[in-house]
């Protein structure tokens, strides 16, 4: 079975995982959507979901993304693909999770690492 790590990450804490096979920053690809979100609204929200994938642009880059994991974990035993935004909270996060939910549904064993990403108490921004 093809074995991925998937991590998010912040650039403003620096610019780690020189190890990983692909390291994506997304600051200048995709806007940043904190000032459309609702205060406190993180990745792993449906709103920051819809936000960041909601455009065919988006959509298209998260597809090139999708395509070029998918070679590089065909080529190696282990993968390792880190998508960077400015804090590590909204757009890495959804591009980290999109690509894990994509990669196990083709039978890829994924692990998903948010380094940035602190845990909240589940709030209005779920649903």
Same mark, same amino acid.
């Given at each position: 079975m093809i074995d991925i790590t998937i991590i998010s990450f912040? !650039? @403003? $804490?620096g610019e780690p995982y020189p190890e990983a096979d692909m390291r994506i920053d997304l600051r200048n690809r995709i806007a940043n959507p904190q000032d459309q979100l609702p205060k406190g609204a993180i990745g792993?929200? *449906?709103v *920051? @979901? %819809?936000s960041v994938l909601g455009s065919d642009q988006n959509r298209k880059i998260f597809e090139? $993304? !999708?395509t070029r994991? %998918? @070679?590089?974990s065909r080529l190696k035993e282990h993968t390792i693909v880190a998508f960077g935004c400015t804090s590590g909270i909204h757009r890495s996060v959804v591009f980290a999770n999109e690509l894990a939910e994509r990669l196990a549904a083709v039978g890829c064993k994924v692990n998903v690492e948010h380094r940035h990403l602190k845990p %909240?108490? *589940?709030g209005p921004n779920e649903a």
């Open positions: 912040g !650039f @403003k $804490y792993t929200d *449906v *920051v @979901k %819809r090139s $993304y !999708f994991a %998918r @070679k590089l %909240r108490e *589940v």
